[in-house]
């Protein structure tokens, strides 16, 4: 996938593409129901977090399952930043990248003495116990089950320093430099941010860096008696993965100023796996379209019930629509995680390679042509289509 | 010749009881092509994974050019100078042979561990350059944008020799580097081994093929039951009558 | 103020337009924020209809009870827009609900899932509140997604009348202007349950608690420590277990031997239902400690619980919020028409859904506006009766329901499926009033800055 | 000493389980290479025989509830209670056990169509790519579980005569006061018997002998001309049995819910991977050790010194003993090492 001689144009062409299409997603969303603040944020958040996994799983193909644990952290910190500090969005994403970069250097310096699936539990069994003890034990700093909420009565210290006036009736709400960071000046907050990160990531996956990682990836033996070491550059990709989970914890932290424990449960690890998987691992845009469509399903299927069918099926005649709506029904609405598992395996079974794999073949098809060298339009073509 | 640049000194390993190795002693001297010979289970492989710090010694301690390899990690031996080609070629199967050659590159530019995560590889020109010109060297250059898992066994062989030599080793370490190839495979290896011969690094190989061994080597050493029973030049070698009755008596 | 309910067009529209114009001006919808000031969100004044979010458990260990929760408020809903035999309507006093919709609109409504998982319930009622621009939330099975979202529902200026949710924090520390419990509280539970006890097994005994390890575990113990150790009894030891443990066997066993006499689980839902069965299976019930019969308290406990531990349930004392079996006007009204339209009776969590749903609509037309302000002062200090538990009070300090609870026991010989819970007693609400101030917390305030 | 004792028995009786639950996972991990995420649902399967079986031997005929005035209700008498009086009553009594005769064959049926069907596709396919189809179908079963159960737990009572305690305090000569659920005993024996039975046929017939060499050495055994692909099925399906017989029996312990799978899959793959990958012993090893430490953290003195400890400690041994051993108790170099 890595072409030398390309010139950067290719890859210009793709962040502007990749920008366009996120800054523009109110208004394609618009038509598939997803176009409102929370769900925007949702989509622009986990494509970070999903993003920045795939800079671990996707170039070294070391499969953590323990990223909810970053973040977590990166959720709790920016939650204390607004509570400690000041309401501004800036030191609490700060805090949360630190956090959960710190977090991910000690877990990262651990588990990385191991390969494979031990790797795997080493990860999952961290995030566990930081989950388990994050709700229970753990509960004055976390919140536990209920989750970090802001109070009036917390200090801000930055926040009375500069301003005298009484502090309103309500809670404050996060901000960045006066402007409110919940519905749409959130989104583009977060959507910023994603651009920034997704660039960054090019930039890896195009650096001696990322080739060195893909190696450990291909062969770790042969790096090894190549002279390499390669446990610094794990643990590199390691803390830069655990960071993104810290960013996109501090960010669904600006969005919505709450913390919960079940962030860094191992459904929340494993959610992340699937999303990374499903849209195609170690591709560039992949994990985004995989974090994409699973926000999708679960916000918007989910909210499918009986009467949105009837509506929608209303054209069909009542004999027809007595038959159709509870057949529907089983898949949509309470049943939405029975269309997402079936969309796992369909994905898995026919598109080995995720859906990046997916646009690639109706690509191919369409200009029967293919190759590695259009894998990158390949890619910008799918942000454009999708 | 040179100085004497590897020493294995009373080398003794055992695995769960079996001796392998038996209180080896070697010594290899500086620019030449050393080759370890003996029958099948004589602990030849034993001791090429003991000199790259594979598997640890009993006993017994190997120093390369001043400095003890012994307990060191794979990537130091690797900076110290020492490159390998195992029996199975080890490359980046799902790389191109381009990528394959330009990782060892940084790995020689930059050492063990440099970021490098914001430069990009397409202004790594240097580097490439290198790598080009080593495909060239092994006769890969045509296919320097394939992936190398799709190369014939011998071409594997060849790239990963490529992927040692743009390390620049002071020691290459070659085990059974003909292995399982046909004919005329065995020869270019062989041609392409003499040409690198001319730029004097010290090799130690590990072969069966007695072909290749006396095509190559300067000095033989005969490993039988995890001891030397003989070593020298390989006219000496082939006819002292110890080897004969271990090794060439019993094969041929 | 009086013209609120004079807009143009509608906020979400506008949202929309602002986000588009932000795309090419670069300036988001902001700048419209100032100037809609006196709207209120998802004012639904140019609209026929009203919507209101129901955001219910639909996956997870709870989602039987939040599908028990969806079919009360889909009753609810037929019986405003007047279809169906209307339910508590003609039993609710004082009632100004007609069966025409609310405020003349038709109700309709959106639907969600929580997960049982904060994030997962705020980002369900975001989707509504944002998307589908419902004007009030209800539902939801366990106390952290009624905090959660109770806050959010503040933020956002929208109504949220809690489901079922048992902690204290829900109107105690963690209660806000905006949000509503009609469900009864530990504390409520601790002090109904204590008479009781004391009648059932007397003022000398030794209690050994079991806690799920969370903040509605802490309430609950603490609340039934208070009341139990103001009996006279001893607490001889409290035990946090993991939510979620499955088998409890670890934590029963130091039981047999502590010297306690009596067991109180302070869990809920699966955790119960599992702690329940192994202790019974542990042979406590059959034991004899201090010359008593050893017992089993569960603090809280509802039928679709009771159904999950089977035999084991049989003869445990506990409180519950509502029950189907009790014999008032309003609760055989609605009994009868959940139980023509579904052929079950329904839960607990189905009756409180159902009566929130109906409070709020009320409370509506008694404000003669959706505005949320004043709808809140109408549902403050609220006195109704009629709806299952006699004359309850919507407290305006804490905006707690107060009403009688009962206290009920497993059956022993059920008569039907569904005839899990014999009501034992029903302590009259005098009895477990409290101060509110012993909680804490702040309302907030009834404007929300938008 | 009581305490200490009765602890070693949860942890026993806990390790029985998760060693039930480990075994499957890590035969099919062992020999077919496949990181099965739905193994966790075989187990939830297995529990729903004893619910189904239940259901079928309690078909009833409905007759008008006359306990119910608000509205019309009715209540079901089982068949099996009208046809045959007494016995009938005692075969529904005896329910659990004997809903093992339906699990066997239907978990045989399941992990044999379940193989065949999807799993032979994914041997040569990445672990990333297994675990996604795997864990899709793990949701699929379980939704339609919980179609059709719904997901209130459902009690499974064990049969009448075995539900008390049995007093094994004076078994052991420590005084009356200890007292052990007989099921718990059963079930402890019973998985002694299964792991038992696995380990005889692995060790003892041709036939485990050649799924030993094929765990060891896949492409050989290939070469031998032997159809280790036939072999794998066999596996498979041994597999799904361990795991449903263990959910059956598993039921009186813990009333079973569709969500039962779930809670059980994290747990099972962190007692494989601390037994050591490719390990059979290692995993029953480790299962135990799980229990038995779980067990004892939770006391109340190790608990008062230790706050929340009990929250933690299957994780923290397992990342104490995979930092100390790098495979685990039990594993092998070489396999799933990357």
Redesign the interface.
Known sequence: M???????FNDTMLILVFAAAI??M??WL?PF?G?????LQ?FAIYGIFAIGFNIL?GLT?Y?SFGHAAFLGVGSYAAVWSFKLLTMNAIPAVIFGVLFAGLLAAIIGF?SL??????F???T???A??SY??A???L?PIT?????L?LA?SDPRILDKLFSDGPA????P?TELFG??M????GF?FCAVLLIIGFYISL??F???????L??I??????????????R??ML?AFIISGMYAGLAGSL?AVT?P?A?A??MQ?TAS?EV??MT??GG?GTLVGPMLGAGLIKYF???F??F?D?VLQQAFSFLPDSVLEIVVPVVG?FV??????T??????I???FL?GGLVEGFRRIFNYFTSGGG?AETQSVEAHNQAGE | MGDLVLHLDNINKSFGGLSALSDVNLHVEEGTTHAIIGPNGAGKSTLLNVCIGRLKPDTGKVTFAGEVLTGREPHEITQLGVARVFQTPEIFQEMTLLENVMIPAFSHRDGAFRLNANKLLSKQGEIRDEAEHILEDVGLKDMMLTEAGSLSRGDKRRLELGMCLILRPRLLLLDEPTAGMARHDTNQTIELLKKIKSRGMTKVIIEHDMHVVFSLADKVSVLARGQIIAGGDPQSVREDPKVKEAYLGGAH | MSDFKKSGMSRRGLLKAGAVGGLVAATPSFFIKDAWAEEFRNNPTNSGEVKLGFNVPQSGPYADEGADELRAYMLAVKHLNGEGDGGMLNTMKPSMLTGKGVLGKKVTYATGDTQTKSDAARASAKRMIEKDGVLMVTGGSSSGVAVAVQSLCQEQGIIFMAGLTHSNDTTGKDKRRYGFRHFFNAYMSGAALAPVLNKEYGSDRRAYHLTADYTWGWTQEESIKNSTEALGWETVNTVKTPVGAGDFSQYITPVLNSGADVLILNHYGKDMINSLSQAVQFGLRDKQVNGKNFEIVVPLFSRLMAQGAGDAIKGILGTTNWNWSLQDDGSKAFVQSFGAEYGAPPSMAAHTCYVQTLLYANACEMAGTFYPPEVIKQLEGFNFDGMGNGPTLYRAEDHQCFKDVLVVRGNENPSSQFDLLKVVDITPRAQVEYDWTIFGGELGPYEVKM | MDAIFIQILNGLDKGAAYALIALGLTLVFGTLGIVNFAHGALFMLGAFCAVTFQKIITISVKVRDEGVTAFVAYKEQPYLETWFGDTGRIIIDYSVPLSIILAIPLMLLVGYVMERGLIKHFYKRPHAEQILVTFGLAIVIQEIIKAYFGANPIPQAAPEILAGSANVGSWVGLGDNLVYPWWRLIYLCFSGIVIFAVFAFLQFTTYGMVVRAGMRDRETVGLLGINIERRFTVVFAIAAIVAGVAGVMYTPILPPDYHLGMEFLVLSFVVVVVGGMGSLGGAVLAGFLLGIVQSFASMNEVKDIFPGIDQIILYLVAVVILLVLPRGLMGRAGVMDD
């Open positions: 890595t072409n030398m001689k390309k010139p950067s800054l523009a109110p208004l618009d129901g176009n409102y603040p929370d769900l949702k799983f193909g499969l651990l003495r191991r390969t494979g699936i031990y795997s539990i080493l999952l069994a961290f566990q116990m388990n003890l709700y229970s034990v509960t919140n536990g089950e209920t989750g909420q009036r309103s009736a309500g809670l709400s402007e409110t919940s519905g749409y000046p583009y930039r890896i195009r650096s001696p860096f990322g080739l060195m893909k190696g990836k291909s062969n770790q033996n042969r790096m090894k008696y190549t002279g390499l070491n390669t610094p550059y590199t669904l919505d709450l919960g079940e962030r191992w494993g796996v699937l998987i499903l691992a679960e916000n918007i989910s909210s019930d009467s089983l609405g309470s049943g939405w995680h029975l997402l598992g079936l969309l796992f395996m994905i898995v079974i080995p590695k």
